[in-house]
């Protein structure tokens, strides 16, 4: 592809050499002639000079230099990640059902759907169209799977659960499980049905290893365009809004709420019930306790969850702790010494 095409089709200018062939994609420091990379930082532009990447996406203020071919675009990260998609495009499946496959009753299978080797499609389930189904996959009664949704090979989607349009499971993704309920009677544990159902909505990702569970009543839930990294546990009756962010290893307790274009990082644990308002942003590794309220736009850290400015304060202090003691073992050596004078 020409730096020219490039160009016209991210819908931006370019400068210098249009009719310079570019055959990839690549880090600014290791991006070669037929390469494109993209500067989106200080630290990237200091590097720039250095690169010899063929072509680099640039913001629109980038200094006019005369000898190198650039692009300049408005958001240099999301220009790169469109630009990829060209150069590395999805391999595409071939539709049909594997001969090993194996589909049940009154299931509706839209245009253009796959379904792979060993792939179970439950009675009653809706695929639409396009959509994929890899090997090994289960996915059970009464479904859901909107149109041109991806699941990975051993994705596992239980009875009763809705899945929107254009979303993708990777592999060893689970959802619908049981969430984990259960009442003491008579000095044992006794599981508390779990009858509810999960609903996905459109253009979720969730990430290798992730858990989804149903409802213990009710509906467990999944917001437009939320993404979740890989080995995300969310319990029963969670409630996760529109375009959030969850990194790896993250837990969400039973009955959480997450509003819209919340950021979690990874390792971090939610208790039960906990509310994490609107544009939030929960620092890795952090706890948040159950019932806890984190605001609308606040940034938390620690564990318990805390204000960032508390917590930078606080290991400010424990930084201080072997100094105190020192001086405080000073105070009571002289201390003593003043007693035995008197």
Known sequence: MRVRELAE???ATFEGDGEKDVTGAAPLESAGAFEIAFVGTRKA???AESSAAGCLLVPMDWPSTGYRTVIRVPEPRTAFARAMSRFYPTAE???GVHPSAVVGKDVELGALVYIGPNAVVGDGSRIGVATSIGAGSVVGKRVVLGEGCVLFPNVTVYDNVDVGRGCMLHSGVVIGADGFGYVMDRGRWHKFPQVGRVEIGDFVEIGANSCVDRAALGVTEIGEGTKLDNMVHVGHNCRIGKHVVVAAQTGFSGGVVVEDY???GGQVGIGDKARIQSRAVLGSGCGVLTSKIVRSGE?????????LKQHLEQLANLARLPELRREVADLKRRLAELERKT
């Open 299 to 307: 940034t938390v850290w620690g564990t318990p969850a805390r204000p």
């Open 262 to 264: 919340a950021v979690i």
């Open 9 to 11: 089709w991210l819908g």
């Open 93 to 95: 499946l071939k539709p």
């Open 45 to 47: 532009a200091a590097q």
